[in-house]
C-alpha cells in the first residue's frame, strides 16, 4: 500500500512538474501570437495609410503638371508646351479614382476625394474654354485667369487636408506599430 502511494504521489509530482511548464509554455505562446498579430495589422495599416499618402502626391504632381503645361502653352502658344498637360490629363481621373478606392474605408476621406474630383472637373472645363480662345488667338479675360487660380488653390487646399489628415492617421498607427515591438 505504502508503495501504490508513493507510486501515486510520485506519478502526481511528475504531472505537476511536467503539466506546468506546458501550460505556462502554451501560454506566452498564445500572448507572443496576439502581440505579433497586433503588430502586423498595425504595420499594415500604416503601409495603407503611406500608400494613400504617395497617392495623393501623386494626384498633385499631375496637377501641377498639368497646370504648368497649361501655362507655358498660353504663354507661348507652343504645342510641345503642352504635353505635360496632355500627359497628366490622360491619367489625373484614374489616379483620383484609386485614391478614392484607397480611402474607401474613411467616409470624410472619400467626400474629400469626391469634392476634388468634381473640382478638377471644373478646372477642366474651364482650361478647355482658355484652350478654344488661345486657338482662336484672342486673349483670356482676367476675370477667368482669376477663377481658373481660385479654382486650382482650392484644389490644393484640399489635397493639403486630405494628406494632413492621413498624416494625422499615420502617426498613431506607427505608434502602435512601435509599440508592440518592444
Request: proline residues 3%; charged residues 25%; without cysteine.
Amino acid at each position: 500500500m505504502l508503495l501504490a502511494l508513493s507510486q501515486s504521489l510520485f506519478r502526481r509530482r511528475l504531472t505537476r512538474a511536467i503539466a506546468l511548464p506546458i501550460v505556462l509554455l502554451l501560454l506566452l505562446s498564445g500572448m507572443s501570437i496576439w502581440q505579433i498579430t497586433r503588430l502586423l495589422s498595425a504595420l499594415r495599416w500604416v503601409d495603407h495609410t503611406n500608400q494613400v499618402i504617395s497617392q495623393a502626391n501623386t494626384t498633385q504632381k499631375l496637377l501641377l503638371d498639368m497646370e504648368t503645361g497649361l501655362r507655358g502653352y498660353l504663354l507661348t502658344g507652343r504645342q510641345d508646351f503642352l504635353e505635360p498637360y496632355e500627359q497628366a490629363n490622360a491619367e489625373i481621373d484614374a489616379n483620383l479614382s484609386q485614391l478614392r478606392n484607397l480611402v474607401s474605408d474613411n467616409p470624410s476621406q472619400v467626400q474629400r476625394v469626391d469634392q476634388l474630383v468634381v473640382d478638377s472637373q471644373q478646372w477642366k472645363q474651364q482650361v478647355l474654354t482658355a484652350l478654344d480662345r488661345k486657338q482662336r488667338g484672342e486673349s483670356e479675360p482676367f476675370s477667368a485667369l482669376d477663377r481658373r487660380k481660385q479654382s486650382s488653390d482650392r484644389i490644393r487646399q484640399q489635397l493639403a487636408r486630405f494628406i494632413a489628415t492621413e498624416e494625422q492617421l499615420l502617426f498613431p498607427r506607427d505608434a502602435q506599430g512601435v509599440h508592440h515591438e518592444r
